[in-house]
């Protein structure tokens, strides 16, 4: 008799308890409801925007560093003029040995001036006749 009032009772304590245990359940099927439709709509916007729902993980952003380092790497080696150094390629910059720097518009470059000699035309006859003697 004790094990079938055993038995009785839980069954009235699973009836009794049987509407909270609902309750709870509906509650939490809602709020993942809510919880999935608030992450789809986040997901679209980020997959538009070009970003990704989670976070990067410390070894991508290890591997990210290290791509990052490659790239300037090979920028430096494809690139000479970044390079520091006084002539980076083979022939020397704009006006060497004069001004390194092409002149700007309306910029007044101080050069010596040119004196003008006195030299006589070449007589192209005349030289044909030393030619030939």
């Known amino acids: 008799m004790i094990k079938f009032l055993q038995i009785f009772g839980q069954g009235i304590l699973y009836v009794i308890l049987s509407p909270f245990f609902l309750a709870i359940l509906a509650i939490y099927v809602v709020y993942t409801a809510v919880v999935m439709i608030f992450l789809f709509l986040k997901m679209i916007i980020l997959f538009f925007a070009g970003k990704s729902i989670f976070s990067d993980l410390p070894e ?74």
């Open 60 to 133: 991508d952003i290890e591997a990210k560093q290290v791509i990052e380092k490659a790239r300037a790497d090979r920028e430096t080696k494809n690139n000479p003029q970044s390079q520091p150094g006084p002539y980076p390629y083979p022939y020397p910059p704009f006006g060497y040995p004069g001004y390194p720097y092409p002149p700007q518009p309306g910029q007044f470059i101080d050069q010596p001036e040119v004196k003008e000699i006195d030299a006589k035309p070449i007589d192209v006859e005349e030289e044909d006749m030393k030619d030939e003697q």
